[in-house]
C-alpha cells in the first residue's frame, strides 16, 4: 500500500526555521517526481516544490512565493522527501502536503495527511 | 503564471442533481488539467487526470472533459459523500497551479 506520512511541523517564530520529512512506503521515490504542496488555514491550494528523480537529474522547481527561502531534497536511501523551511514568514502558515507524481499524466496521485506549519510570535 | 478559473465558487445541489464545474485557463494547457475531490480536514483525492481519465476506485458518475483552456468536471448524480470541495490544477507549466476552489454543498 503506497503511504505518504509527513512530519516535522509546528510553532515557529517568524524569521525562524523548520524541517519537514515525507516518509514513503509502498512504492520507491526513485521512479517518481515528488511535490510539496501547501494549503492555509481555509484557503486553496498552492503548489510550492519539487524534486525531479535521477534520469532527470534530481532537478527542483520553486514557486516564486518560496523561491530562496525553501529547499527540497529527497534521500532515497530513506525513501523520504525533505522541506527545508528558512525565513518563514507567517503567510507561510498551512498544512504543508507531500505528493507523489504520476509518471504519465502528470497528477498527482497520493498525498500524505499534512503536517500543519504555524509561523506566529 | 497560469491562472485558473473555476467556477462557480460555490453550488448548492440535491442529491441525484446533475453538477458541472468549469475551470478555465488563462493560456493553453492541453489536456494536463487535473481534478481533485477535498473534503474537510482531509488530504485532496485525484478524481480525474489528463483532462478526462478517472482514476481507479473513482466513481463512474464522476467525468471530466475538455483541452485547451476550458475544462469541466460532470457528476451526473450527486450523492452524499459528494459534498466537497474541487479543485483542478494544471500541469503543463511552472509554476503549477491551482483553480480557487468550488464547494459544493447539500441544498
Known amino acids: 500500500e503506497v503511504q505518504l506520512v509527513e512530519s516535522g511541523g509546528g510553532l515557529v517564530q517568524p524569521g525562524g526555521s523548520l524541517r519537514l520529512s515525507c516518509a514513503a512506503s509502498g512504492f520507491s521515490i526513485s521512479d517518481h517526481y515528488m511535490d510539496w504542496v501547501r494549503q492555509a488555514p481555509g484557503k486553496g491550494l498552492e503548489w510550492i516544490a519539487r524534486?525531479?528523480?535521477?534520469?532527470?537529474?534530481?532537478?527542483?522547481e520553486y514557486a516564486a512565493s518560496v523561491k530562496g527561502r525553501f529547499t527540497i531534497s529527497r534521500d532515497e536511501s530513506k525513501n523520504s522527501v525533505y522541506l527545508q523551511m528558512n525565513s518563514l514568514k507567517t503567510e507561510d502558515t498551512a498544512v504543508y502536503y507531500c505528493?507523489?507524481?504520476?509518471?504519465?499524466?502528470?497528477?498527482?496521485?497520493?498525498w500524505g495527511q499534512g503536517t500543519l506549519v504555524t509561523v506566529s510570535s | 503564471d497560469i491562472h485558473l478559473t473555476q467556477s462557480p465558487s460555490f453550488l448548492s445541489a440535491s442529491v441525484g442533481a446533475r453538477v458541472t464545474i468549469t475551470c478555465r485557463a488563462s493560456q493553453g494547457i492541453s489536456s494536463y488539467l487535473a481534478w481533485y475531490q477535498q473534503k474537510s480536514g482531509k488530504a485532496p483525492k485525484l478524481l480525474i487526470s489528463a483532462a478526462s481519465t478517472f482514476q481507479t476506485g473513482v466513481p463512474s458518475r464522476f467525468s471530466g472533459s475538455g483541452s485547451g483552456t476550458e475544462f469541466t468536471l460532470t457528476i451526473s448524480s450527486l450523492q452524499p459523500e459528494d459534498f466537497a470541495t474541487y479543485y483542478c490544477?494544471?500541469?503543463?507549466?511552472?509554476?503549477?497551479?491551482f483553480g480557487g476552489g468550488t464547494k459544493v454543498e447539500i441544498k
Open positions: 505528493t507523489r507524481r504520476i509518471g504519465g499524466s502528470w497528477a498527482f496521485d497520493y
Open positions: 490544477q494544471q500541469l503543463n507549466n511552472y509554476p503549477l497551479t
Open positions: 524534486t525531479r528523480n535521477k534520469p532527470n537529474s534530481y532537478a527542483t
